[in-house]
């Protein structure tokens, strides 16, 4: 098969927002509990967090992590995780029917986020709470001193502001299974005020009103419509959520998903347009898709789980062998998100570790890569600077989701020093290898510094990384591409992922 490839450093996307590679974690399951944070682990720091954990997060280079939820969030007090331990109450955390005895509050997490280089993006509760909470939360968490909230948090032993600049108007709130879920009308004035109260504290805040849960809603995307329309000049994103798999384990319509979320992204690009033209407004609404991973592997196991046990402490949930099919998967997917980040400027893989996620531990025991992590990380450390706008011509297929996909997945970001280039391609014929000629214009003497490569076998598709074998699937020095003839030129391998940086 081949493939042709026009790459020009002047055609461009736009500037990639670095929160493009940003991550979520949530109270639930092993995420907090048993991942980032076990007192008793033996590379525990002197705050209780796992010191091996810290060190892979950091390998991903995070720029902004969405805390505390998720769906958990929607019957959340933060009170009540603040202040001395001993005295914080263990509550019952209504979205995961398990306990949660709030040893990690926003105090402990800050610690953490700091520790591990990222910036905080922080969700209110509009389940079961409302302006007035989300405004003593902000006041708790921004305000340098001499009042009620930013004392207390002084009391705490916390003296300097975080200055948290982005604030999430809840989660879902479409979702019925959402504690306080709404009609949109509903939401959207209540995000509204929400939102004018949570900006009062400081021009620079910015805040990601809820659009729906996913694309199958049934209130998809007049949702969206009727939310912005309450609330369109008082917020800066919408957020997106969307989880993939492939329960019917057909890898091109697993990959053709990919598509399917393209559509999601232009869909509510053109109610944002429609919305502001309606209102004449003058700002612009970004999307915040906070919220994509792939989740199925044990997904329904885990709903026949925790709609029945006993409200445990931290169970197991939600904890994913994700394997090579899913690494390639997750590489594309990243690769849509360079291709719009015209329009989306904020995206959250969810979640960070042991819940549906790239970072996984045993407790007491070790941490180690989910497959995923390997094309989270190379987007993440090379996908920063200028999104270019790829034009490619290839062999097609037709799948169930979408049709006339292409089989060669292709994105490209010129590196901020104006020079590098790093190039993120997927060829997803299951079988045959593709020959690529992608031309590079303007680009005069550039040469392949690196090329890794995960994949190149489709029997091996179903082969995970686990405690075990954490180093199954991992990405290796890929061999046979290079520059001739100002183009990129050579073989990609069936069923693989590439990352190649150009200087
Ligand atoms: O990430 C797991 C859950 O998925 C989140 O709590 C919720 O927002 C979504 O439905």
């Known amino acids: 098969m081949k493939g042709r490839a026009s790459i020009h450093r002047d055609f461009t996307v736009s500037q990639i ?35 091996d954990v810290l060190e892979l997060v950091r390998g991903l280079n995070i720029p902004a992590i969405r805390y505390p939820g998720g769906n958990f969030v929607s019957a959340y007090k933060w009170e009540d995780g603040v202040g001395p331990k001993e005295d914080r109450p263990v509550r019952l955390d209504l979205a995961w029917r398990s ?20 910036e905080m993006m922080l969700a209110v509760n509009l389940g079961t709470r409302g302006i007035e909470e989300a405004r003593n939360f902000v006041e708790y968490c921004n305000h340098p001193s001499g009042t009620y909230w930013s004392d207390l948090r002084r009391s705490h032993g916390v003296e300097k502001p975080y200055g948290v600049n982005m604030w999430c108007l809840g989660n879902e709130m479409d979702g019925p299974w959402q504690i306080g879920h709404m009609e949109a ?4 004035r209540l995000a509204d005020e929400t ?69 999601y992204i232009q869909a509510i ?46 169970p197991p949930l ?46 007491g025991g070790p941490a180690w890569a989910t497959t995923i992590y390997y094309p989270y990380q190379f987007a993440s450390l090379y996908g920063r600077g200028t999104a270019l706008n790829v034009a490619v011509d290839c062999p097609r297929y037709d799948a169930r989701v979408a049709q006339d996909v292409k089989y060669l997945d292709v994105s490209a970001v010129l590196a901020p020093d104006g020079r590098s280039l790093a190039v993120f391609a997927v060829n997803r014929h299951p079988e045959e290898p593709m020959e690529v000629d992608m031309a590079l214009h303007g680009f005069a003497g550039a040469r392949v510094i690196e090329h890794k490569v995960m994949g190149g076998d489709a029997s091996e598709a179903r082969e995970a990384n686990t405690c075990e074998q954490p180093n199954r ?31």
């Open 195 to 263: 939102s004018k109260a949570v900006k009062a504290f400081n021009r620079g805040i910015e805040t990601v009103v809820c659009g729906s849960s996913n694309d199958a809603m049934a209130t998809y995307p007049e949702w969206e419509r009727q939310v912005l329309e309450e609330c369109y000049e008082n917020v800066d994103y919408i957020s997106l959520h969307k989880y993939f798999g492939n329960n019917s384990r057909d890898s091109l319509n697993y990959f053709a998903k990919i598509e399917e979320t393209g559509r």
């Open 318 to 363: 939600l904890e994913e062998d994700y394997n090579l099919e899913d690494a390639i998967f997750v590489g594309g997917l990243l690769n849509e998100f360079i291709r719009r980040s015209d329009r989306v400027r904020i995206a959250c893989i969810a979640q960070l570790v042991n819940v549906i996620a790239p970072i996984r531990t045993r407790t």
């Open 99 to 118: 306990k949660e005895t709030n040893q990690v509050g926003i105090n402990e997490f800050a610690k953490w986020a700091e520790d591990a280089g990222i």
């Open 17 to 51: 927002d670095d929160r493009l590679y940003s991550a979520f974690i949530e109270h639930m399951g092993r995420a907090i509990y048993g991942g980032i944070y076990e007192p008793e682990h033996p590379t525990a720091n002197e705050h209780g967090f796992r010191k």
């Open 269 to 314: 690009g053109g109610v944002i347009d429609y919305v502001k033209a309606k209102k004449r407004a003058k700002n612009d609404v970004y999307i915040c898709f906070d919220e994509w991973n792939v989740w199925y592997h044990n997904r329904e196991q885990d709903s026949k789980n925790w709609h029945v046990w006993d409200w445990p402490e931290a």
């Open 185 to 188: 009308k509903e939401y959207g």
């Open 473 to 503: 699937i991992v990405p290796r020095d890929g061999s046979g591409l290079g520059v001739e003839d100002s183009a990129l030129q050579g073989t990609l391998p069936p069923f693989s992922y590439s990352m190649v940086r150009l200087a």
